[in-house]
């Protein structure tokens, strides 16, 4: 080889190095968490993938808005529903939000294998999944919380009592942040492990609604057989019910649960762990998921 | 009309790996609900016949005529990979008539069977609730996985949509609007299942007559669009 170096030469053909300023790990984290947030509401994105979560926005802040009007309108004393409840009505909305969004956040990079992409990038495994938990859990605080803001306003516009309608409303926002970070890491825990299109948003759905289904159903079962002790201990079960029973126990929320009979906070603590563990085991499932980047 | 390979690889693709999973799962759950149930309260008709309604047709039948019907087609045209059983001489009728019965036995068997059981475990089939209910889980699958096999045509977005219309149109809608029930599937099924349930203990908001009009009118028409829409699919990129 060293004879032949008089002939063969490299030419330096003058490209440059970048020497631009290094953005760096903190910057790919928060452009990912941001694009990944402006995504999940389609921004960003063709206009077809606008309609359906901006669609979900608009059924999730329309009754809040109608209830305002009638409030102000029949000069009530109170709104006709509570902050903490607002979610828990509208809980299916939320369920197909997260059902549609969760897998279109992590199921197409995987599918497009794209992840290696990104780990090309001076980001971390830890930063991927903290991004995108993140992205996805504001996405949903952002769509559960601004029927809350709509419904504060609208009652204060109403002259209703101030102190009041605070506590309620700094109630509701701790509720629904709670019900964010699970969703988000329920779905996508479960958006990672099934990248198929259409199968992952099946699957969310099974879990939120089918659980939910099945626990209330089996509860008022057991109301009218005479054993309501046993209808909180039944609320462990599915993901809105376990926070319905934190806000019951905790957040002065009147429970949903069949007569009323949410759990004290003896049990509510028990809830209170399980949700947290939920999130955090999400989240630990998240980063062995991503140990493997592919399929 | 039929064609066997087509058939094959269909079930291939709907009962492959970990679709079959989900496909499972529910089943097993309403018959572990029901086992509990019936240990928990014995059995009572009226306890059977709200889990059956409330749990079995409400929501175990669409999903699975979501994944099912949807799960037939989807992924074929979503890979591209239907292009190559297009190029083949075979009938798109006769590949949307294929895929549509092994969505409808697919759904059938992982609906109607364990609603049939799980009403024999809640009360032993009393007043013919647990007939009844599997009636129109049979009835039902027909006609869920019809649609949503459309819906795997016409839209890459067809299980949101299929879900948007089992759970908002069918319960939310369903419970609020009473005109909304006349356009469900659920309502048409449980018409059959009122005829075949003792008792009144099964009611529709929808008269049988109607019902059977339009469950075979749905099915017919949303089949036949399915062909027209195969026969000028257009395959788009990811958006």
């Known amino acids: 080889m060293a004879t032949d170096s008089a002939q063969t030469q490299i030419h330096n053909i003058g490209y440059r190095n970048y020497d631009g300023p290094r953005l760096g790990r903190a910057y790919a984290r928060r452009s990912l968490f941001s694009q990944s947030l402006r995504g999940a509401y389609g921004l960003g994105r063709s206009a077809k993938s606008k309609v359906l979560p901006m669609l979900l926005f608009a059924v999730m802040c329309v009754p809040a808005a109608i209830m305002v009007a009638v409030a102000v309108a029949t000069k009530a004393n109170d709104l006709p529903v509570q902050y903490t409840r607002y979610a828990i009505f509208l809980q299916a909305v939320i369920g197909l939000f997260i059902a549609a969004q969760a897998p279109q956040t992590v199921s197409r990079d995987l599918r497009f294998k794209t992840v290696p992409l990104y780990f090309s990038r001076p980001i971390e495994r830890l930063d991927y999944v903290l991004a995108k938990f993140a992205a996805m859990a504001s996405a949903l605080f952002i769509i559960t919380g601004a029927p809350l803001v709509v419904l504060y306003i609208g009652s204060l516009l109403a002259k209703l009592d101030f102190a009041d309608q605070t506590k309620g409303f700094a109630q509701g926002l701790v509720s629904v942040a709670l019900l964010s970070l699970l969703f988000a890491g329920l779905g996508l825990v479960i958006a990672a492990l099934t990248p198929r299109r259409g199968f992952g948003v099946a699957a969310v759905i099974a879990v939120l609604t089918v659980s939910y289904g099945a626990v209330s159903a089996v509860q008022a079962i057991a109301f009218n057989q005479g054993s309501p002790g046993a209808v909180q201990w039944l609320g462990l079960f599915s993901p809105i019910t376990l926070i319905d029973g934190v806000q019951t126990a905790f957040l002065g929320a009147s429970s949903n649960f069949p007569g009323g009979h949410g759990p004290g906070s003896g049990t509510g603590a028990v809830y209170l762990l399980v949700v947290l563990a939920l999130i955090y085991g999400s989240y630990a499932v998240l980063m062995r998921r991503y140990r493997k980047v592919g399929l | 009309m039929y064609n066997p390979t087509v058939a094959r690889l269909t079930y291939r693709a709907l009962l492959g790996r970990r679709r079959a999973a989900i496909l499972f799962v529910l089943p097993a759950l309403l018959i572990v609900i029901s086992v509990a149930v019936r240990s928990f309260s014995g059995a009572d008709d009226q306890v059977a016949a709200d889990l059956l309604g409330s749990f079995a047709l409400a929501t175990m039948v669409p999903l699975i005529g979501v994944i099912a019907g949807t799960g037939a087609i989807g992924p074929e045209i979503d890979d591209g990979s239907i292009v190559y059983l297009l190029a083949k001489p075979v009938k798109r009728s006769t590949i949307i008539f294929t895929k549509l019965i092994v969505a409808i036995a697919v759904t059938m068997a992982f609906s109607a069977i364990p ?124 958006e």
Request: net charge neutral; aromatic share 8%; hydrophobic share 55%.
């Open chain 2, 115 to 238: 609603t049939l059981i799980a009403g024999f475990i809640l009360n032993g089939n009393g007043q013919q609730i647990a007939i009844a209910y599997t009636v129109a889980a049979l009835v039902a699958s027909i006609a869920y996985a019809a649609v949503f096999l459309l819906l795997g045509t016409v839209t890459r977005h067809a299980v949101v949509f299929g879900l948007v219309y089992a759970l908002v149109w069918e319960s939310l809608f369903g419970n609020l609007v009473p005109g909304a029930r006349t356009l469900s599937v659920q309502q048409w099924s449980l018409a059959l299942a009122q005829k075949i349930g003792e008792n009144d203990v099964i009611s529709s908001d929808v008269g049988l007559p109607l019902a059977v009009v339009l469950l075979v009118g749905v099915t017919v028409a949303a089949t036949w669009y399915a062909g027209q829409k195969l026969r000028t699919l257009k395959l788009a990129g990811e």
